[in-house]
């Protein structure tokens, strides 16, 4: 039973004690959430895994692509575990590292020499990956000057990025991507959108000059379903009601709410807020109702009258969590990410670049 989980949870982190963390990401359900030491966004949790060289594992309740973060940026010795391994993201799939490297090679045969810097110092294009993605892809950022950025320092890195080069490639998100470059004046005309089914990803050879930022065709499943009409609605139901979406929506809906934000930012947009207001909120479902939960003066609730939950995200069960806990309480590591060396080490490089680029 559910009880009997949360009991045998709690009797294994007692055992442990500081051998563990466990951290936990803000679309984690409850019942796992309340077992994690630090509950944060992806950046938080990646500082987080950097923050805790003393302990011998760090279980990692989240997605894939977010324990080889923490695996990279931790100690060698420390074993960075998944309570299930099938709990990935379906955006971060979107980037596959042999389509990657394609594109890379058919912009070179556009812009030249993709290394050397032209009079002003500056290189043809600058990639830069969103967190959600794996490690390979980060490892190719790394060895190409480029950087990782996540949804709370986006404008900071496309910034850092656009000293360094004339054009960014930006995957896997299109929305972020967009949104971004939106929010920094960019003209919608200079983000060609690469399709790597067309050669020279279907854009013409006009556009790919003007091109600021070439955006990927990722997107995330849950964000996308929120809608323009769902924000209307929201506004005609409750009136002064104050809209906030992730950035990982479709920029017509990050364009119709009143911010936009990590799930941090939102986190602290609904608690810093003292007057009782009414948030409507778009992103991951568990996060919004936490948030309501927590923050009883304010009316909380998710912009997405159907529940829309992240389902890889939940695919961390507490059993799993009680599973591997009572494995290292036993001595043996269960569901451990290691990432390659020959990947993780140019990959620690873009994920440093992130960490040293402060706004
Ligand atoms: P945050 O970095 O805002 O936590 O977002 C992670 C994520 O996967 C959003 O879908
Ligand atoms: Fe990936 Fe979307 Fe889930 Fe975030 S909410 S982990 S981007 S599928």
């Known amino acids: 039973s559910a009880d009997e989980l949360d009991e045998r949870i709690r009797a294994a982190k007692a055992a442990l004690g500081d051998r563990v963390v466990v951290l936990g990401h803000f679309y984690q359900r409850e019942e796992v959430i309340r077992h994690a030491d630090y509950v944060g966004d992806s950046y938080q949790l990646a500082n987080a895994a950097l923050e805790h060289p003393q302990t011998e594992a760090i279980v990692f309740c989240g997605v894939h692509f977010m324990a080889e973060t923490a695996d990279m940026l931790s100690r060698p010795e420390?074993?960075?575990?998944?309570?299930?391994?099938?709990?990935?993201?379906?955006?971060?799939d979107m980037a596959d590292i042999d389509q990657v490297e394609e594109a890379w090679e058919q912009l070179a045969e556009v812009y030249g020499d993709m290394d050397t810097p032209d009079a002003d110092?500056?290189?043809?294009?600058?990639?830069?990956?969103?967190?959600?993605?794996?490690?390979?892809i980060k490892g190719f950022v790394g060895r190409h000057g480029g950087i990782v950025c996540t949804s709370s320092n986006a404008r900071t890195v496309l910034e850092w990025a656009f000293a360094r080069g004339r054009r960014v490639l930006f995957f896997p998100d299109q929305h972020l991507g967009r949104n971004t470059a939106k929010a920094m004046g960019i003209p919608l005309e200079q983000m060609p959108m690469w399709n790597p089914r067309k050669p020279l990803g279907g854009s013409t050879e006009g556009e790919l000059d003007d091109a600021r930022v070439i955006l990927w065709h990722g997107f995330c499943s849950v964000h996308r379903r929120f809608t323009v009409d769902q924000v209307d609605q929201a506004r005609a139901e409750h009136p002064g009601v104050r809209v906030i979406v992730h950035p990982e929506c479709p920029m017509d809906v990050v364009d119709a709410a009143d911010e936009s934000g990590s799930t941090d930012y939102i986190r602290r947009a609904i608690e810093g807020t003292t007057e009782p207001t009414t948030f409507a909120i778009g992103t991951e479902v568990n996060l919004v109702?936490?948030?309501?939960?927590?923050?009883?003066?304010?009316?909380?609730?998710?912009?997405?009258p159907v529940v829309c939950p992240c389902s890889t995200m939940y695919r961390i069960h507490p059993g799993y969590l009680a599973w591997v806990l009572e494995g290292l309480v036993d001595g043996e590591v269960r569901n451990r990410i290691a990432v390659a060396q020959d990947v993780a080490d140019p990959a620690r490089v873009a994920l440093e670049r992130m960490l040293a680029a402060k706004p």
């Open 78 to 92: 420390q074993a960075v575990i998944l309570p299930n391994l099938a709990a990935g993201c379906s955006m971060a």
């Open 121 to 136: 110092g500056l290189v043809p294009v600058i990639p830069v990956t969103y967190m959600n993605s794996s490690a390979a």
């Open 289 to 304: 109702q936490r948030l309501a939960a927590d923050n009883p003066q304010h009316t909380v609730f998710c912009l997405d």
